[in-house]
């Protein structure tokens, strides 16, 4: 079974940190993504990687950069905390060169800006 | 712009009968439209995959239609439980760009004992 580990379930940090949200997954796949997911607006694509220190931007990259600098970890930066990132982070990743396998995702982890 | 529209409203039904939810999309035209279920607090599970030239898709008490005429999924859940209740995403993936998933934002389903 493919399983995905984010490193935290709940985190709270406070405005102007730096964070790291952490997600590993153990079925060697190509392509990692992160989202973010809010009541109401569903989930958003805020950037994906389909390679090795290749990264692409999603909907809503503003705010976030990204890190993958090996094949199964791909990392979520907040530069500078600010109240409107507190949501629910999702990691997910796929296999093979084709972009539309189906994705699998991680438990997610709830971040809270104060 | 590009739009995907799952009803907002919980649906809630009796055990026993069938759910059906639904996923309309504008503005688009997919190659493939995948669905996934979700519990509260975590990740969505893929459930099944359906692609633009199929019409329809079953995995056990699950079937799922695709009609690009209508611009419509259909996901229906037969013989329905308890343990079925959770929200549903439809998620489309179009035909000429990158491959990144659109959600929709989900129909939540309370299948009642």
């Known amino acids: 079974d493919v399983k995905v580990t984010q490193s935290s379930r709940y985190l709270v940090k406070r405005t102007g940190e730096k964070v790291f949200l952490e997600c590993v997954q153990d079925?060697?796949?190509?392509?990692m993504f992160w989202y973010r997911q809010d009541p109401g607006l569903g989930l958003r694509l805020i950037y994906f990687s389909y390679d090795v220190k290749m990264k692409e931007k999603g909907d809503i990259p503003e705010g976030y950069s990204v890190s993958r600098e090996k094949k199964e970890r791909f990392s979520l930066i907040l530069e500078s905390a600010s109240t409107n990132q507190t949501s629910m982070y999702l990691c997910a990743s796929s296999g093979g060169t084709a972009l539309n396998y189906e994705q699998y995702f991680g438990p997610g982890t709830r971040l809270t800006v104060t | 712009s590009q739009k995907i529209e799952q009803n907002s409203e919980a649906l809630n039904i009796q055990e026993g009968k069938t759910a059906t939810l639904t996923c309309n999309y504008t503005?688009?035209?997919?190659?493939?439209l995948q669905w996934y279920r979700q519990d509260p607090g975590r990740g969505p599970v893929f459930l099944l995959l359906i692609r633009e030239n199929e019409k329809e898709k079953r995995k056990e008490r699950l079937k799922v239609t695709f009609d690009t005429t209508l611009k419509q999924s259909l996901f229906h859940i037969t013989a329905s439980q308890p343990a079925d209740s959770a929200t549903y995403l439809c998620a489309l993936v179009g035909s000429s760009n990158t491959g990144k998933l659109i959600f929709g934002q989900g129909t939540t389903l309370q299948v009642k004992p």
């Open positions: 079925m060697d796949h190509e392509n």
């Open positions: 503005n688009y035209s997919p190659a493939y």
